[in-house]
């Protein structure tokens, strides 16, 4: 894959994730257990998401595609769990 074309993709996946955060909700009704399970999801997520702008920053563009789609992979986890609600948008979602 060239330089230009992975660059393209690593913003992409970046933007997908980063709106993906700002749509999702934790789902109301959870018990205590299920509300520490989704915290961690959403931790997981924004540490990655986190960890992906510093490798994105440092071009390191294999490290930040990685860690943008296992923040991804965190929220669709949540949605698909039920901890959290993707709105039914299957655009950004693996929905249940």
Same mark, same amino acid.
């Given at each position: 894959?060239?330089?230009?074309?992975?660059?393209?993709?690593?913003?992409? =996946?970046?933007?997908?994730?980063?709106?993906?955060?700002?749509?999702?909700?934790?789902? /109301?009704?959870?018990? /205590?257990?299920?509300?520490?399970?989704?915290?961690?999801?959403?931790?997981?997520?924004?540490? =990655?998401?986190?960890?992906?702008?510093?490798?994105?920053?440092? /071009?390191?563009?294999?490290?930040?595609?990685?860690? =943008?789609? =296992?923040?991804?992979?965190?929220?669709?986890?949540?949605?698909?769990?039920?901890?959290?609600? /993707?709105?039914?948008?299957?655009?950004?979602?693996?929905?249940?």
């Amino acid at each position: 894959m060239a330089n230009e074309e992975l660059a393209e993709r690593v913003k992409r =996946y970046r933007k997908l994730t980063e709106q993906a955060l700002k749509k999702v909700s934790v789902k /109301g009704g959870l018990s /205590g257990k299920e509300q520490r399970i989704v915290n961690d999801f959403l931790d997981m997520a924004h540490n =990655y998401l986190s960890d992906g702008k510093h490798f994105e920053g440092e /071009g390191k563009l294999e490290l930040a595609l990685a860690a =943008y789609s =296992y923040a991804h992979a965190w929220l669709d986890a949540g949605v698909r769990a039920g901890f959290l609600d /993707g709105k039914q948008d299957d655009r950004l979602f693996a929905l249940p």
